[in-house]
């Protein structure tokens, strides 16, 4: 049975796509402020995967706003400096998915030590808990682009994540909601659970989650049940 949990955020305890609620007012329109929030979030994933594999890391705040930018440029949607750089400003606006924040209050309760292991700042990573109300159920941020310069799913964020974990391999827990993250996970030899809640097919490629939920709360009922 695992002792620590580290956790992913983006996509697996706050919902990204609700950025479209602060991209609403400047475009006047909540489908397309959802369409930029979704390719902002595609570009985002799709870029810090080939700044990674090139060895040409680019600090989050300026990956993420030059994401914006082109997502903003895909819809030929321009806006005043002014207001780029308040919904850039804004990101922390994300909102926990319904079941997460039960969940990590039935996690503690468990006894669990839980961590965030995630590729953004340390400051954005707390931000966004902050106003998700995650972060009063987390022992450590640790923030991959900030400590190892490098994002997921490379083998230094799952390396830094062991080595702060401050337990054995083997009672980590690596949780996530994407697939992409679970092949580094299992290379690296980590128990790990996937959070489908996209209910997304795994990709056959011979690799195993060692849970899969629909939710958090699933797993955490799980857990609670002895695995």
Same mark, same amino acid.
């Given at each position: 049975?695992?002792?620590?949990l580290?956790?992913?955020?983006?996509?697996t305890?706050?919902?990204?796509?609700?950025?479209a609620d602060?991209i609403?007012?400047?475009?006047?329109?909540?489908?397309?402020?959802?369409?930029?929030s979704?390719?902002w979030?595609?570009?985002?994933?799709?870029?810090?995967?080939?700044?990674?594999?090139?060895?040409?890391?680019?600090?989050h705040?300026?990956?993420?706003?030059?994401?914006?930018?082109?997502?903003?440029?895909?819809?030929?949607?321009?806006?005043?400096?002014?207001?780029?750089?308040?919904?850039?400003?804004?990101?922390?606006?994300?909102?926990?998915?319904?079941?997460?924040?039960?969940?990590?209050?039935?996690?503690?309760?468990?006894?669990?030590?839980?961590?965030?292991?995630?590729?953004?700042?340390?400051?954005?990573?707390e931000?966004?808990?902050?106003?998700?109300?995650?972060?009063?159920?987390?022992?450590?941020?640790?923030?991959?682009?900030?400590?190892?310069?490098a994002?997921?799913p490379?083998? @230094?964020?799952?390396?830094?994540?062991?080595?702060?974990?401050?337990?054995?391999?083997?009672?980590?827990?690596?949780?996530?909601?994407?697939?992409?993250?679970?092949?580094?996970?299992?290379?690296?030899?980590?128990?790990?659970?996937?959070?489908?809640?996209?209910?997304?097919?795994?990709l @056959?490629?011979?690799?195993?989650?060692?849970?899969?939920?629909?939710?958090?709360?699933?797993?955490?009922?799980?857990?609670?049940?002895?695995?």
């Amino acid at each position: 049975m695992p002792t620590t949990l580290l956790f992913d955020t983006w996509g697996t305890l706050v919902d990204n796509y609700s950025i479209a609620d602060v991209i609403e007012p400047y475009v006047f329109e909540s489908h397309i402020a959802q369409q930029i929030s979704e390719d902002w979030r595609f570009q985002q994933k799709w870029a810090m995967f080939y700044t990674t594999l090139s060895d040409s890391f680019v600090p989050h705040p300026t990956l993420n706003e030059a994401c914006l930018r082109w997502a903003l440029d895909r819809h030929h949607v321009e806006l005043p400096e002014e207001a780029v750089r308040d919904i850039i400003g804004q990101y922390h606006k994300l909102r926990a998915y319904p079941d997460v924040l039960g969940a990590l209050k039935s996690l503690k309760e468990q006894g669990l030590t839980l961590k965030i292991v995630a590729n953004p700042t340390k400051k954005m990573i707390e931000d966004h808990s902050r106003y998700a109300g995650t972060l009063e159920y987390i022992d450590e941020i640790i923030s991959s682009g900030e400590e190892a310069q490098a994002f997921k799913p490379s083998p @230094k964020v799952y390396e830094l994540g062991m080595q702060r974990a401050g337990c054995p391999k083997e009672e980590i827990l690596w949780v996530t909601g994407h697939f992409w993250e679970i092949v580094g996970a299992v290379r690296q030899g980590l128990n790990c659970a996937w959070t489908n809640r996209a209910r997304q097919p795994a990709l @056959k490629i011979g690799v195993e989650p060692t849970y899969t939920t629909n939710n958090l709360q699933e797993l955490a009922d799980i857990l609670a049940k002895g695995g």
